[in-house]
T-cell receptor
Framework: QKEVEQNSGPLSVPEGAIASLNCTYS??????FFWYRQYSGKSPELIMSIYSNGDKEDGRFTAQLNKASQYVSLLIRDSQPSDSATYLC???????FGAGTRLTVKP | DARVTQTPRHKVTEMGQEVTMRCQPI?????VFWYRQTMMQGLELLAYFRNRAPLDDSGMPKDRFSAEMPDATLATLKIQPSEPRDSAVYFCASVQGAGYGYTFGSGTRLTVV
């Protein structure tokens, strides 16, 4: 059974701090990795994609990928209360999503 | 903005009734997925189509669920007969090709009483 595991959370950080979200996966052939944000009662929204080892930055978001360790992470710098949501890691080789990590950013 | 359109947004039905959910994928997206989301199980893949051909429906209870894509603009998910344990949010998503992120519809919140 191919797995996508996320740190279970919930995760709470103060406004302005860095939030770190982690995900491991079991399928070594995966090439495409995504982070989705899901606000309560809404549908998942794509926020980051990463395909190569290393870091990819987009504004306050940084995705990190390490294929040797089968590990992908999302860092949110200068966290804002509007970042409070559930973050889903997705591994597209087998179209599986992690269970999600609920993030709360406290003012 | 291109979007995936799902109908209905909400559905309350009695146990044993048939439920049909519809999805219009983004024009030009060749792969369409059906996911179910519950608090306990998270996002579960039910079925998906590529170029309208069903590729995998192993996530669906075969005795009561069926998924079809009669044309490139419509995907359907049917439950017959429905049961209370089917209560969940059902999402449709589409993607333009391998390696791209999915776009999700707004979902159908199904309640079976």
């Amino acid at each position: 059974q191919k797995e996508v595991e996320q740190n279970s959370g919930p995760l709470s950080v103060p406004e302005g701090a860095i939030a770190s979200l982690n995900c491991t996966y079991s399928d070594r052939v995966s090439q495409s990795f995504f982070w989705y944000r899901q606000y309560s009662g809404k549908s998942p929204e794509l926020i980051m994609s990463i395909y190569s080892n290393g870091d990819k930055e987009d504004g306050r978001f940084t995705a990190q990928l390490n294929k040797a360790s089968q590990y992908v992470s999302l860092l949110i710098r200068d966290s804002q209360p509007s970042d409070s949501a559930t973050y889903l890691c997705a591994v597209m080789a087998d179209m599986r999503f992690g269970a999600g990590t609920r993030l709360t950013v406290k003012p | 903005d291109a979007r995936v359109t799902q109908t209905p947004r909400h559905k309350v039905t009695e146990m044993g009734q048939e439920v049909t959910m519809r999805c219009q994928p983004i024009l030009g997206h060749n792969t369409v997925f059906w996911y179910r989301q519950t608090m306990m199980q998270g996002l579960e893949l039910l079925a998906y189509f590529r170029n309208r051909a069903p590729l995998d429906d192993s996530g669906m209870p075969k005795d009561r669920f069926s998924a079809e894509m009669p044309d490139a603009t419509l995907a359907t998910l049917k439950i017959q007969p429905s049961e209370p344990r089917d209560s969940a949010v059902y999402f449709c998503a589409s993607v333009q090709g391998a390696g791209y992120g999915y776009t999700f519809g707004s979902g159908t919140r199904l309640t079976v009483v």
